[in-house]
């Protein structure tokens, strides 16, 4: 069994910078992608973040440039690195490892940005 349990998220001011960690327990390893996905309220779930166990990296289109992902494959976690943040980032933040037939979620950490 996988759990994931996310950290960081707090109110932060629009144009600061914040930091997400996803601690994995189980059986995560290199084969798993990582990721972060977050949700506002009323909206859908949606891609922030994935990396491979080699590194390779992806971003959603709204946080390229300002988020990066990194990953510890020996500390099993996944951080997220988020600058330049905009009320339009509020939301849940979740934690998401997955492999070829498993998906494992995180409980979420809240990102509130205003002033």
């Known amino acids: 069994q996988v759990q994931l349990v996310e950290s960081g998220g707090e109110l932060v001011q629009p144009g600061g910078s914040l930091r997400l960690s996803c601690a994995a327990s189980?059986?995560?390893?290199?084969?798993?992608?990582l990721g972060w996905f977050r949700q506002a309220p009323g909206k859908q779930r949606v891609l922030v973040a994935t990396?491979?166990?080699?590194?390779?990296?992806s971003y959603g289109d709204s946080v390229k440039g300002r988020f990066t992902i990194s990953r510890d494959n020996a500390k099993k976690t996944v951080s997220l690195e988020m600058n330049s943040l905009n009320p339009e980032d509020a939301a849940v933040y979740y934690c998401?490892?997955?492999?070829?037939?498993?998906?494992?979620w995180g409980q979420g950490t809240q990102v509130t940005v205003s002033s």
């Open positions: 998401n490892a997955s492999s070829t037939f498993y998906h494992f």
């Open positions: 189980g059986n995560v390893h290199s084969g798993y992608v």
């Open positions: 990396i491979t166990g080699s590194g390779i990296t």
